[in-house]
């Protein structure tokens, strides 16, 4: 890459498109039907474990992710590694991310999010009503 290319923007990712991680089926499902209905005009997208969270993005490029750290494969945290090191490597910014866990962090997440200006956190129990509002909240953080 030469010092030009170095220079330029990052380019955003896909405002239109958010992603759903998590390995429980009926969270999935559940989240995914929430973003859909309070969201029409975006695309959703689903994926079971870190790995194809990680494959999926590398393909749309998603604006939001919900991300549970908790998976079997690749977990919440490695796939989180693996998408912001393809985002440095390919001058695109990183997606904001909602982690959503029902266990005990590790410090590094509470270090990402820090004060949840760019990235989130929800604990489970989640209330769906949570998810929609901190997915508006990423949306309109990530277009600016």
Excluded at 122 to 136: A, H, Q, R, Y
């Amino acid at each position: 890459m030469d010092e030009k290319e170095n220079s330029s923007p990052l380019r955003k990712c896909d405002l239109s498109r958010v992603m759903v991680v998590d390995d429980e089926t009926s969270i999935r499902n559940i989240f995914h039907m929430a973003i859909s209905m309070a969201f029409p005009h975006l695309g959703v997208d689903v994926a079971a474990n870190g790995e194809e969270a990680f494959n999926l993005f590398r393909e749309k490029k998603h604006g939001v992710i919900t991300m549970d750290l908790r998976m079997p494969v690749m977990d919440g945290w490695q796939a989180f590694t693996a998408i912001v090191t393809h985002c440095t490597e390919n001058n695109i910014r990183p997606p904001a991310v909602i982690f959503v866990t029902g266990y005990a962090l590790p410090a590094i997440v509470n270090e990402i999010v820090g004060d949840g200006r760019y990235h989130g956190l929800l604990m489970k129990p989640v209330m769906i009503s949570d998810i929609v509002n901190e997915v508006k909240k990423r949306l309109a953080i990530a277009s600016s």
